[in-house]
C-alpha cells in the first residue's frame, strides 16, 4: 500500500481509525475463528498496516507502523 499514515517524531502511527470492516474480536482461546460474545479486546487493521488494539471509543491505540 502507498497510502501509509504520518507518523509522529518518536515512530508512531498517527493513524487512529481503523479500517471498516476489519474490526475483530479476540478473547484467548478464540483465535481460531470462533465468534465469542464474551468481553474481549478488540482490534482492528490500520492503513500502516499493523493490527492494534482498539480503544473503549474504537480508535486504535498508540501503535508503530512496520518496519520496512
Ligand atoms: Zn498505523
Redesign the pocket.
Known amino acids: 500500500m502507498s497510502d501509509k ?1 504520518a507518523i509522529t517524531a518518536d515512530g508512531y ?1 498517527t ?1 487512529t481509525k481503523p479500517i471498516p470492516s476489519t474490526t475483530r474480536q479476540i478473547n484467548g482461546h478464540a483465535l481460531g475463528g470462533k465468534l465469542v460474545k464474551m468481553h474481549g479486546r478488540r482490534y482492528a487493521h ?3 498496516g ?1 493490527r ?1 488494539s482498539l480503544t473503549d471509543r474504537g480508535n ?1 491505540h498508540r ?1 508503530k ?1 512496520p518496519k520496512e
Open positions: 499514515p502511527c493513524n490500520c492503513p500502516c499493523r492494534p486504535l501503535h507502523p
